[in-house]
T-cell receptor, first 115, second 117 residues
Framework: ETGVTQTPRHLVMGMTNKKSLKCEQH?????MYWYKQSAKKPLELMFV???????ENNSVPSRFSPECPNSSHLFLHLHTLQPEDSALYLC??????????????FGPGTRLTVT | AQKITQTQPGMFVQEKEAVTLDCTYD???????LFWYKQPSSGEMIFLIY??????QNATEGRYSLNFQKARKSANLVISASQLGDSAMYFC??????????????FGTGTRLQVTL
C-alpha cells in the first residue's frame, strides 16, 4: 500500500449505530488530519494530530471521537450520528519539519450516509 | 484568521486551451503558503502546486502554474493545454507557516472545471 488509505470507502449507518473510520498513512509523516466535506461547503477541518497528540479540535460534536494510536494510524469513532453528519470524510497526513511547504496528502475518503 | 475566496463555481474550457481558475485570500499571518488541490469524482484530493509567500518567482509544475500577485492577494491557477482528464473540482487553500506543528489548511469552496472536446 502506498500513500494514504481509508476504510471503508462507503458506509451507511443508522442514528443509533456505532462505527469507526480508519485511516493509514504509508508516507512516514508525523501529522494526521480529519476533514469533513459536505455538499457546497468548504472542507472543514475536524481534528489534527501531531506526533500522536491532538493539537486541534475544531468545535466538533462529541459524537465524533478521534483516536491516534501511532503516527501511521488515525481513527474516527462515530456514535449517535445525525442525518446532517452525512458527508465525505477525508483523512490527510503531512510532514511537519519546521520548514518547507507542508503539503497534505489525502486519502480517497469515506462516503458516510446516516439514515 | 484566514479566508479563501473562489468566485467561479464552474468553468468550461476546450481541450488543448489554457484556463485560469481564480483564488483570492486574506490572512494576518506574515508568512503563509498557498496550495491548489484537484478533486476528481472519485473523491481523493490531489496536491497540484504550492507557492510560499516569500517566493520571488511564480511556482510551476508541468502544465500547472500559479500566478501569484501578493499585493492583490491573489493566487490564480493556470492550466495549460487542458486535457479531458483535467475535469474535476479544484480547491485553493492556504495555511500560516512557522506557526507551530501541524497548522490547519483553510480551503475555498472550489471551482468545477469541465474540459470539452
Amino acid at each position: 500500500e502506498t500513500g494514504v488509505t481509508q476504510t471503508p470507502r462507503h458506509l451507511v449507518m443508522g442514528m443509533t449505530n456505532k462505527k469507526s473510520l480508519k485511516c493509514e498513512q504509508h508516507l512516514g509523516h508525523n501529522a494526521m488530519y480529519w476533514y469533513k466535506q459536505s455538499a457546497k461547503k468548504p472542507l472543514e477541518l475536524m481534528f489534527v494530530y501531531s506526533l500522536e497528540e491532538r493539537v486541534e479540535n475544531n468545535s466538533v460534536p462529541s459524537r465524533f471521537s478521534p483516536e491516534c494510536p501511532n503516527s501511521s494510524h488515525l481513527f474516527l469513532h462515530l456514535h449517535t450520528l445525525q442525518p446532517e453528519d452525512s458527508a465525505l470524510y477525508l483523512c490527510a497526513s503531512s510532514q511537519e519539519t519546521g520548514e518547507g511547504n507542508y503539503e497534505q496528502y489525502f486519502g480517497p475518503g469515506t462516503r458516510l450516509t446516516v439514515t | 484568521a484566514q479566508k479563501i475566496t473562489q468566485t467561479q463555481p464552474g468553468m468550461f474550457v476546450q481541450e488543448k486551451e489554457a484556463v485560469t481558475l481564480d483564488c483570492t485570500y486574506d490572512t494576518s499571518d506574515p508568512s503563509y503558503g498557498l496550495f491548489w488541490y484537484k478533486q476528481p469524482s472519485s473523491g481523493e484530493m490531489i496536491f497540484l502546486i504550492y507557492q510560499g509567500s516569500y517566493d520571488q518567482q511564480n511556482a510551476t509544475e508541468g502544465r500547472y502554474s500559479l500566478n501569484f500577485q501578493k499585493a492583490r492577494k491573489s493566487a490564480n491557477l493556470v492550466i495549460s493545454a487542458s486535457q479531458l482528464g483535467d475535469s474535476a473540482m479544484y480547491f485553493c487553500a492556504m495555511r500560516g507557516l512557522y506557526t507551530g506543528t501541524a497548522s490547519k489548511l483553510t480551503f475555498g469552496t472550489g471551482t468545477r472545471l469541465q474540459v470539452t472536446l
